[in-house]
């Protein structure tokens, strides 16, 4: 995975102009672009699209400032049909339009290329099983909401705490099948996992395939497939996020697997009166690499 990723940032290097054709890529490398993207903006911390615009801009810079060309010729070649497009482009990363940093040579910010390198770490073991499960549908209640990738997210709190008591205890009279309990579910999430991107999420459980659906409750279908299943435990949602960030540094790197399209599901076993600690299972659809 790493070697793929560094073959991604060399494709955006040669081709600033253009979005880089990360399908092609992923095809040939025997991977999917679901999961470089995933992985990207995991390990990047940004999404590729962002750092895709940032390379470009700092190399525009340079054209800029040595005001060889007009502006337009530089615009064009950098993939902007005019100079308004590039300039809000050039302005939202330099925070200054190119015409005031030809004149006065800055500000400017500058965006490295990357270079992905696996260290070795790993010194706490992730508690993994892989799981391999039938068909099976997850309902409950939805709503779309924005990405948030640290702490709570207040969207997700309002759509749990506008649930009366009894709902909850409806619910988990539903569940017939694993991952058991009241789940926390992520769905339709954009590959580059922009912070802000609308997602939907399902306050629910699952059922069999058999079992059948309240009119009332919302449904996802999901496919028969693998899972890799993380326990973690310690302060919520600290510990679940940091395991979350750690299947893409130390997990997929390490094991023949790669994300695959679905929902990712957080099943809640056991925390505490206030929520401050618990003990939670993430569920991630894989395939093998």
Sequence with gaps: ???ALNQLVGLVEGHLGEDPDVHGLAGSLGTTEYHVRRMFSSLAGMPLSEYVRRRRMTVAAGDVIRGEEDLLSIAVRYGYGSTEAFGRAFRAV????????????????????????????????????????????????????PLIHEGVNPHIQRHIAALPQEEHLRLKALADTEPGGLLQVSHDVDPDAVEGSELTYLHGVALGPGTPTPDDLDAIEVPEGMWAVFRTRGPHPQALQTAWAATATDW???????????????????????????????????EPA
Excluded: K, Y
């Design 1 to 3: 995975m790493i070697s």
């Design 94 to 145: 330099h925070g200054a339009g190119p015409g005031d940093v030809r004149r006065d040579g800055g500000p400017l910010r500058t965006q490295p290329q990357l270079r992905f390198r696996l260290s070795v770490e790993g010194s706490i073991p992730m508690d993994t099983r892989l799981v391999s499960r039938p068909a099976f549908r997850l309902v409950g209640h939805a709503a779309r909401v």
């Design 252 to 286: 997929f790197p390490s094991n023949p697997w790669r994300l695959r399209p679905g929902p990712s599901i957080v099943a809640t076993l056991e925390r505490a009166a206030d929520f401050s600690t618990a003990t939670c299972e993430l569920w991630l659809p894989v």
